[in-house]
């Protein structure tokens, strides 16, 4: 088995992919937009991506957020709430606002599994700044770290009651970028003291299973 996770071109596997693929084995795969159009179109590929290596239990992974970041979308899939959302609640009701981010990681969940994907490139730890660039702090739980910590775990944990592996990112913390990473390198130039804001809540969510930068 590679030690890689490979993406696709398309919404269904070329012969040159089908033979590509079988030969190098790779440990799992990524849906992006370009891969999912109807349910049925994607529940058929990540089926057969499950029988071309004969492994049930074949990785699956996709940014699957809410908000801006959602692979799966309307029409054809449920639009889910940016994780800014929670943070606003979280000002009022910090615990409504766990358990709704929790509720809110199942349905995700739900619909994943539905779909054959079986790993969530979520929750989105960075904690945010004045001068975040939009990209992340539009899709952060907040600016104090604790509380984004409270809703990554919840988070989390929403998606592992529905049977989908969430994986934490970006590390080690994004939030005093303020470049679009897409586009250039963000050059973060805070003392080592400042940067453990940012570490927080991947210290306190140090037992996730999968983590990302």
């Not at 040159?16 to 590929?45: H, K, M, S, V, W």
Request: proline share 7%; net charge negative.
């Amino acid at each position: 088995m590679l030690a890689a996770i490979f993406g696709l071109s398309g919404e269904a596997l070329s012969e040159d992919e089908r033979a590509f693929f079988r030969d190098a084995d790779p440990a799992g795969y990524i849906l992006f937009r370009r891969n999912c159009r109807t349910r049925e179109q994607l529940r058929a590929l990540t089926d057969e991506l499950r029988a071309l290596h004969g492994r049930d239990d074949l990785p699956i992974l996709i940014d699957q957020e809410g908000g801006r970041v959602a692979r799966l979308g309307p029409p054809e899939w449920p639009e889910f709430p940016a994780a800014g959302c929670f943070a606003e609640l979280y000002a009022k009701a910090p615990m409504s606002a766990i358990q709704a981010a929790r509720l809110n990681g199942q349905a995700i969940a739900a619909v994943l599994r539905e779909a054959g994907a079986t790993v969530d490139c979520a929750p989105l730890l960075d904690v945010a700044r004045s001068g975040t660039h939009p990209i992340i702090s539009e899709r952060a739980y907040g600016s104090d770290p604790m509380q984004v910590a409270a809703l990554g775990r919840a988070m989390l944990d929403g998606l592992s009651a529905g049977g989908v592996v969430g994986v934490v990112k970006h590390l080690p913390g994004q939030g005093r970028a303020e470049a679009d990473s897409h586009e250039r390198l963000p050059i973060v130039s805070a003392p080592e003291a400042d940067l453990e804001t940012d570490l927080t809540p991947f210290r306190a969510l140090a037992a996730a299973p999968m983590g990302m930068v």
